[in-house]
């Protein structure tokens, strides 16, 4: 079924010299391709020759290269029918007639009729959450689904709650973006102004309080946003969510629909979260149980490191390692303040009468620097640089960027930062990760 | 050897004494020394006349009516009286002649001035001149005669014609005495010489050329030394705002060393204002509405999903896609698709389905979830929106911590809801109604007041000998006089004057009739003992 109307046809290779593959697909097939992953991957690259044909919810522009690099996993999925030609060699290539992309397409119908309908009633717009487990294509459906609703005139918030992959920033963040084009096939979205709060590590569960904290922040802003800006309110959001849907994170999902007031909940490929969800939320909410892709493929730990990896290296080094040159230069210890947010778990005896363990978790903890900070990704929090007063305030402040510890010398008192901006810091207050990041490229 | 010695009187006790002084003055066929000369054997008696000072003894504190406490008081009172009304013999050679200028309230020295030079008067325009006080004090220590309208003055009349609001009260006069009398340096205090907290952090230089008080005084410049209150003030005014210009200049100069340098714009823009978020919810996306206003705040009401059609593979009822999903409408889809029919039931197969393993414990707590369901509650099923629901849900939770909902709803609410969790050095701060304050802190921003000011600065008497005039260095202590019968100066009042003061302490005496005492007032922190 896979390899129906495919036609090798390497004869008419391009001028690149790489070997050409050229794949007919028929009305509502995808071509799922996987791209080698590793240092010494070739690159891949697509070109769509005819017909119209779209990548997680964005159109290719037809005779167009585009490049795909080591470790990619994509679908290109057509309505109508079309043919697309793949130069270099693709680790696997196979057309699939079996895909959601109905389904999700409906999903974005209805969603399309609710955003229509608060139009009219100048109402706000639906407020969709997608969760499921790991690995079903969580943020491919989001994408799709803004990809789609940008497509139709619609400005909807893309809400990322994912720290261990966030889509939009750094991983340890969660971060919400107003979309404002269609992802590029390449790149995904365009990250300008994102709302960026620090968490501070890959996992909701090493401090869900925290977590939920952020959250509530984020539905804050949000919600003050469609306040002032009618067609925010009308767009809605997507929110993507962790992969983590048993226990105290289950319960992280209930809060996060619970601040966000959230219309329709899209549980992918997890029929007891599904009916869990529906106990749990009011009656008014509406959740909705979707399938995964069969493309979907399960990525193993070292794949979602080096995903992370090459956040961080994106957000340094641009798109590719090319766009952007970072700075590197020392920064004093008495000129920073660094914190780390949540104390040490004590046990209930230790702790005073009165105060339960939750409270520690929100609580800054100074950190001392010295060698083991080495590596450390490290937020630069927008909170005002002031005294002790102003430490409450640095949780809920958004983060103003990131810098990399990449030396530390205590002898002389400094250590040596990577920076997207020259110096100085345009604020002095930092946050530690518990991520970390070595400049090897 | 003539010995020519003068007669002034102590004070103004004896008021026929100046009267007839100045009658045989005037007598005086020369008109030059306007003084007396004394035989020999008088001035042998003036010389043996003990010169000490009576005690004054244990003070009474209640009139007994006794007739020994009238006698002791009486008597007490005559010592008193004869000591001011004694003639004071000095040595005519000794005397240094000064004239009073009434225009500008100022003595000017016609002989060349003493020893007293050194730490006291001033120049200008190549003559030396003298502080109404300190000529005052000179004229009392016996170094000085002043004339005016070429009539000697007695100490009477220098307390009558130096002291007035324009120059020294006769309070601060009382304590320029007084310290002078003790060995200190005692001089004016400039407010305008004083450099802003600002200049000190910076380490300016400190300018002595100031206008006022040293030697090289232009009179043109300041007609008075002894300007009114307000017009040092204006001067001080104008004198510090230069001063911050100038600083600003400095501030702009040294840039390029700051700390502060420019930051990088985007970074900026990013975390301006009130942590950041304002930019993120006020950015106007293209063409959006500007009726936003209204209806958008009542929360969306429920939507219709049965004309709103998902594609939900675990919905019971099959009915709900017939056949498979309805086509969706072209015009909801991007680029004017046009797609079929879907076919629902054959995804619903391929959904995971497949058990999660969960150990004893969860799946107990499993079953008794799946018993749970919140839209089982008829509360809930009223509810319409989100806004409801979490209303609800926050009365619920409101009755099950027992909350005294009365002491809440109000606009006075207690300090702290004894639910929420705090540390005992916040909740210690949060019930602390009156703040504590340093006495520096935010004096800048207050203005100024004229009930309070600084008279004198007061240089230590060990200093004397290095002392110079021209640059006095830093005060020991800055003097304000106040009298016993004055309110305590408010904390506001403190404030300025420290702050005025700057790193120098301010010690305020109060003048109770003769009697001086000397209070400051000094920051200290109370000891807290709670951990943070």
Known sequence: MATEGVEKTSEDAPAAGKASTRYDLEKETELRFEVESGEAAEQVELELLTGMAEVFGSELNRNKKYTFGPGSKIAVFTWQGCSVNLYGKPEVAYVSKDTPMLLYLNTHAALEQMRKQAERDNERGPRVMVVGPTDVGKSTVCRMLLSYAVRVGRRPTFVELDVGQSGVSVPGTVSALCIERPADVEEGFSVQAPLVYHFGSTSPGTNIKLYNKLTSCLAEVFSQRCEVNRKASVGGCIINTCGWVKGSGYQALVHCASTFQVDVVLVLDHERLYNELKRDLPHFVRVVLLPKSGGVVERSKECRRDTRDEKIREYFYGFRGVTFYPFSYEVRFSDVRIYKIGAPSIPDSCLPLGMSQDDTQLKLVPVTPGRDLTYHVLSVSSAEDGDEGARKGIVESPVCGFIVVTHVDTQAQVMKVLSPAPRPLPRHTLLIMDIRFMDMK | ?532
């Open chain 2, 1 to 532: 050897m003539n010995m020519t010695v003068t007669r002034t009187q102590r004070s103004a006790a004896v008021a026929g004494r100046p009267g007839i002084m100045a009658d045989q003055n005037n007598t005086d066929d020369k008109g030059k020394f306007y003084s007396e000369i004394l035989s020999p054997s008088e001035l042998f008696a003036a010389r043996s006349r003990s010169h000490k000072i009576p005690v004054r003894g244990q003070k009474d504190f209640f009139p007994d009516d006794s007739d020994e406490q009238k006698q002791r008081l009486e008597q007490s009172l005559n010592e008193h009286w004869s000591l001011v009304s004694e003639e004071r013999v000095e040595r005519l050679g000794n005397l240094v002649k000064g004239e009073w200028i009434p225009s500008e309230q100022i003595v000017e020295l016609q002989s060349p001035a003493g020893k007293f030079w050194q730490t006291m008067g001033f120049s200008a325009n190549g003559k030396q001149c003298l502080l109404p006080e300190e000529a005052l004090y000179l004229m009392e220590c016996g170094n000085l005669q002043v004339f005016y309208q070429d009539l000697p003055l007695s100490i009477q009349d220098g307390y009558e014609k130096f002291l007035s609001a324009n120059t020294v009260s006769l309070q601060q006069y009382q304590v320029f005495g007084h310290l002078k009398r003790l060995g200190y340096v005692v001089l004016r205090f400039d407010p305008s010489s004083e450099s802003s907290s600002y200049a000190r952090q910076l380490n300016l230089p400190q300018s002595r050329d100031r206008a006022g008080r040293t030697l090289k005084r232009k009179r043109s410049l300041s007609p008075a030394p002894s300007s009114t209150p307000t017009a040092t003030c204006s001067r001080a005014e104008a004198q510090e705002e230069c001063s911050t210009e100038k600083m600003e200049e400095d501030k702009c100069n040294e840039g390029e060393e700051d700390k502060k340098l420019p930051e990088p714009p985007e970074a900026q823009s990013s975390a301006d204002e009130g942590g950041g978020r304002s930019w993120w919810m006020t950015d106007v996306l293209g063409d959006s509405d500007k009726d936003s206003g209204h209806g958008s705040k009542s929360v969306s009401s429920c939507w219709d999903f049965s004309s709103i059609s998902f594609p939900d593979l675990g919905s019971t009822s099959r009915e709900h896609f017939p056949g498979g999903l309805a086509p969706p409408d072209p015009s909801l889809l991007p680029g004017d698709l046009k797609v079929g029919f879907c076919d629902v039931g054959a995804w619903r197969q391929k959904i995971n389905l497949r058990q999660v393993k969960m150990s004893a414990n969860e799946q107990k707590k499993e079953k008794y979830r799946r018993r749970w369901d919140v839209n089982k509650n008829r509360e809930v099923r009223r509810c319409r929106n989100w806004a409801e629901y979490q209303e609800l849900m926050a009365r619920r939770k409101g009755k099950r911590e027992g909350r005294p909902a009365h002491l809440w709803n109000r606009e006075v609410t207690p300090l702290h809801d004894p639910t929420q969790p705090i540390a005992t050095g916040e909740l210690l701060e949060k019930i602390s109604v009156i703040k504590p304050t340093h006495l520096l802190e935010g004096a800048s921003r207050l203005k100024d007041a004229d009930d309070w000011r600084i008279c004198f600065n007061v240089y230590q008497p060990d200093t004397v000998a290095d002392f110079k005039k021209s640059n006095p260095g830093k005060p020991y202590s800055r003097m304000c006089v106040c009298s016993f019968h004055d309110p305590v100066p408010d904390l506001r009042a403190i404030k300025l004057l420290a702050y005025q003061s700057g790193d120098i302490p301010v010690v305020i005496a109060v003048v109770d009739y003769g009697d001086i005492s000397f209070y400051t007032f000094k920051d200290f922190q109370l000891p807290t003992d709670v951990y943070p």
